[in-house]
């Protein structure tokens, strides 16, 4: 289409206006979501000793089936402190670090004691070794253990922090500006005058954005070029100020973007020092949107109907921001799953309707009209049409996208 570019081009421009931000030291119980952006070697041993797997006896193999005399206890962070010899047993429970001398544990339901006495009189531990978690199991000191671009997942987390990290080399996370447009919009929870209506775009890009970046809302500016001005001014893109807080790595403006008589952002924008890479893109919904750079930072203009600032959120914001947090590979794949309807054949551009996807099956939603929050909401996922795409028989395949 004239004017308009492919959406995989467009993505690939907008990955390229970002590289991941400078890395940075944080303690270990504030990594949760981030990139690595060194690889990371452990500094302990895990177990640091051979430890006992079971509640039981530590022995020697060779003597069984006994007697033993019992000389002492290990128990987890109190180990027996001496040298276990021929003949002797210690009591020892799950956790605890096996004594000098030992080479298995019996489990102690297969023990028969009487005072300091005990035999096991059955089938005793199947082997020499049995139930003794070796030192050095999980991981030894200088193991690599994780790479650069790695994301810190609550498990990746907990080893690093058992392997004695105190602090990790990460990117830090984007600070994302939002800044809603649009005379007719007033906060949520304030009532809507006439020809007014509730702005709630600036909230559900947070919460879609947040696991992601910092984000700040900016609120809502009037359609008036010296508003626009202020507001865009206030986000410190590029280190500047947000208030009494840090600037802004990406501004992303919500409204405004199209060719209106009341459509400003874009001039705004020029009138600000923006270079903008492009405004206009071959995907249905959100046609409008624009990408560029201001200053040091960048700047994402969104369409202001709720459904295409949100799927449009959805397909570049949220790649652009994990590229930025330092993620290898920031475009997630997409699925596959069977349409339980007919599809139609799509016209020119990338289509992203709005589906519920469950059990394999994918179902549009009953209206793809970009303005239905309602339809959005009962969404999990985009059902991808290709541009020019055939007509299609219920339950044949198609790509999708969770959201």
């Not at 080479?103 to 003794?132: K, N, S």
């Not at 020029?270 to 206009?280: I, N, Q, R």
């Not at 040091?296 to 449009?312: D, E, I, Q, T």
């Not at 290898?328 to 709005?354: C, K, S």
């Amino acid at each position: 289409m004239a004017g308009l570019i492919p959406f995989d081009e467009a993505l690939g421009r907008v990955l390229a206006l970002g590289a991941p931000l400078p890395a940075q030291e944080v303690p270990v119980a504030h990594g949760g979501g981030l990139v690595l952006a060194a690889d990371v070697q452990a500094r302990l041993t895990q177990p640091p000793a051979d430890m006992s797997a079971m509640d039981g006896y530590a022995i020697r193999f060779a003597g069984l089936p006994g007697p033993f005399r019992l000389v002492g206890e290990s128990a987890a962070g109190t180990p027996f402190a001496g040298r276990m010899g021929e003949g002797e047993a210690v009591r020892i429970f799950t956790g605890a670090q096996v004594p000098a001398g030992a080479d298995t544990v019996a489990v102690q339901e297969d023990a028969v004691r009487e005072g300091t006495v005990v035999r096991f009189p059955g089938d005793g531990p199947p082997r020499e070794g049995a139930h003794i978690r070796r030192r050095g199991a999980d991981f030894s000191e200088g193991q690599l253990l994780a790479h650069a671009g790695e994301r810190l997942t609550p498990a990746r987390l907990g080893l690093l922090a058992a392997a004695g990290l105190a602090t990790l080399p990460v990117h830090r996370r984007p600070r994302v500006a939002l800044l809603s447009t649009g005379d007719e919009l007033v906060p949520p929870g304030t009532p809507p005058g006439p020809g007014q209506i509730v702005g709630s775009n600036g909230l559900m890009l947070a919460a879609l954005l947040s696991p992601w970046a910092e984000v700040t809302d900016l609120g809502i500016a009037g359609d008036r070029p010296e508003a626009l001005a202020e507001r865009i001014g206030a986000a410190g893109i590029g280190g500047g100020e947000i208030g009494a807080e840090r600037g802004c790595d990406l501004l992303v403006t919500v409204g405004g973007a199209s060719v209106g008589d009341h459509d400003l952002v874009r001039p705004a924008l020029l009138a600000a020092g923006a270079a903008l890479d492009f405004w206009k893109v071959a995907i249905q919904p959100g046609k409008p949107l624009m990408a560029g750079r201001l200053g040091a930072g960048l700047v994402v203009g969104l369409p202001g109907n709720p459904v295409s600032a949100f799927v449009c959120a959805r397909l570049f914001l949220v790649p652009l921001l994990k590229r930025l947090a330092g993620d290898p590979a920031p475009v997630d794949r997409l699925g596959e799953a069977r349409t339980t309807v007919a599809l139609p054949a799509n016209g020119p551009r990338r289509h992203f309707l709005r589906a519920r996807l469950a059990d394999g099956e994918v179902t549009p939603a009953l209206s793809q009209d970009s303005s239905l929050l309602s339809m959005l909401a009962g969404a999990n996922a985009l059902l991808v049409r290709p541009e020019n795409g055939p007509a299609l028989a219920a339950g044949a395949s198609v790509p999708v996208l969770t959201i």
